[in-house]
């Protein structure tokens, strides 16, 4: 890569965007070389092609650029499902705990469900979460009472 390319350049006219055309997969990061190629032979071609040297390193230019947001991009991703398997285990580990809390009793849950859905507790501010919370509690003493039937059938 030639020192040219690396140097800033000054932005071109309102028509030509950073970001328009795609030359680089959002997915992964990767140079598509193929849009690449392409976008180098129609900028080189025409009446208004630029110089060769010029065309390159503004291209490169734009490739730096369009990688570096797709890293990053790339990089917020796997940290927000890192975060979102977290945030899934934490509250499979809580729903556990209530349902141990309550006994495993479906009634007990449900009835706690409900508040948070349709009673007193519905417009507090914690109530999806808890809504939430309780639903799995519930799918879990739901679960445990169906492998305690299968246990005491055998």
């Known amino acids: 890569m030639s020192i040219a390319s690396r140097a800033p350049l000054?932005?071109?006219?309102?028509a030509c965007s950073y970001h328009d055309p795609v030359l680089v997969d959002h997915a992964t990061g990767r140079v598509d070389r193929a849009a690449l190629r392409r976008e180098l032979r129609n900028r080189a071609?025409?009446?208004?092609a630029w110089p060769h040297h010029e065309l390159l390193a503004h291209l490169m230019q734009k490739v730096r650029l369009q990688r570096r947001?797709?890293?990053?991009?790339?990089?917020?991703r796997a940290e927000d499902r890192a975060r979102a398997d977290e945030?899934?285990?934490?509250l499979e580990a809580q729903a556990h705990e209530t349902a141990a809390r309550h006994g495993f009793d479906t009634a007990a849950l449900?009835?706690?469900?409900?508040?948070?859905?349709?009673?007193t507790l519905a417009d507090t501010l914690r109530a999806a979460r808890m809504r939430t919370l309780y639903r799995r509690a519930l799918e879990i003493a739901i679960e445990h009472a169906g492998t305690?039937?299968?246990?005491?059938a055998e």
């Open 10 to 14: 000054p932005l071109p006219s309102a």
């Open 45 to 48: 071609t025409g009446s208004a």
């Open 69 to 76: 947001f797709a890293l990053a991009a790339v990089a917020r």
């Open 87 to 90: 945030a899934r285990a934490a």
């Open 110 to 119: 449900r009835f706690q469900r409900d508040r948070y859905q349709f009673g």
């Open 148 to 152: 305690a039937f299968a246990q005491a």
